[in-house]
């Protein structure tokens, strides 16, 4: 019995390896509804200024594995989903389990981070897909230099189909550019500098790295970090000409939300992410579907759009 499931697994495995999908999305505020002590959640409590109920907090995790389902491929599910903006592992729990989602089987690796509010990066795995050989939460020392403490990077890594060796999974939430001036600049030069100490020990690997930089593809921040990754996000005037993006502002499409990849990936990938601008993601102005503007409820989805890019074996 034990060797029929074993080698059920690994058909399923070899039966995907043409094209693994990876996916990042800001999920915008997956918050749980009960609070946490230690964090600053009142905002999203049904008695705070947002009266986060927990019908819109099921409504949010509807919209998630909806569009999670739509971003599948025609015959499997996406490999792995990078998030941020996620406050805790019962929300994740929720969407695996007691969500539309369960059907999929997703596994999720999670670990708490220092934020203030509560929001960390998080990954959902397909376990037929992805095999985590281990992970690690990167602490990025914001308050050893006086700045508020923000999100960890995580770090996953393991085997995949599509791949002779190691998948490295590099998942990033900078801090926020709004209204931050030079001491916000610092937090974020800081936060890349840790971020590049780490991709730089592992150039001559499989890694692929996403994440939400609140950083524009020709923000100084990434002069450091493209010295060994390849951005998969629009990069010339020429491709940047028409109105595109991940993220809408004052009128302005932009690309907060970012794909990279090692020059030993690349080989293995598209040349080029995808936006994922589905119909219903968006609204009749053509701009996405937030769950939120400001303290207003909007019953959408998320202020970003995912983004995904596929893994192809050769």
């Excluded at 602490?139 to 085997?159: C, K, M, N, Q, Y």
């Amino acid at each position: 019995m034990y060797r029929l499931i074993g080698l059920y697994i690994l058909l399923c495995f070899c039966a995907n390896s043409w094209a693994q999908r990876i996916v990042w999305w800001n999920v915008e505020n997956l918050f749980d509804c009960q609070h946490d002590s230690l964090k600053e959640d009142y905002e999203f409590l049904p008695e705070g200024d947002h009266h986060w109920t927990p019908g819109r907090y099921w409504k949010k995790l509807d919209n998630l594995s909806r569009t999670i389902a739509a971003i599948a491929g025609e015959d499997t599910w996406p490999m792995v989903i990078g998030m941020c903006e996620v406050e805790n592992d019962s929300c994740l729990r929720d969407l695996t389990r007691r969500s539309p989602l369960r059907i999929a089987h997703y596994a999720y690796i999670h670990e708490e981070g220092p934020d203030i509010r509560g929001v960390d990066v998080a990954m959902l795995y397909d376990s037929l897909q992805f095999r985590p050989y281990g992970h690690e939460a990167i602490h990025i020392p914001s308050a050893e230099h006086g700045f508020r403490p923000t999100r960890d990077i995580l770090h996953v890594w393991g085997l995949c189909a599509s791949l002779p060796d190691t998948l490295h999974l590099v998942m990033v939430h900078l801090p926020s550019r709004a209204g931050s001036g030079r001491k916000g600049e610092a937090h974020r030069r800081i936060a890349v500098e840790t971020l590049c100490h780490l991709i730089d020990n592992m150039h001559d690997k499989y890694v692929l790295l996403m994440g939400d930089f609140n950083a524009e593809p020709n923000d100084k921040i990434f002069r450091n970090i493209e010295k060994h990754m390849i951005s998969l996000i629009p990069q010339s005037r020429k491709e940047l000409r028409r109105a595109q993006g991940t993220y809408y502002f004052r009128r302005l499409w932009g690309f907060l939300d970012h794909i990279l990849v090692s020059q030993r990936l690349h080989h293995f990938t598209e040349s080029r992410a995808t936006v994922g601008r589905l119909p219903f993601l968006v609204t009749e102005n053509g701009t996405p579907w937030r769950t939120y503007q400001g303290p207003v409820y909007k019953g959408g989805f998320s202020d970003h759009l995912p983004i995904w890019v596929d893994l192809l074996s050769k």
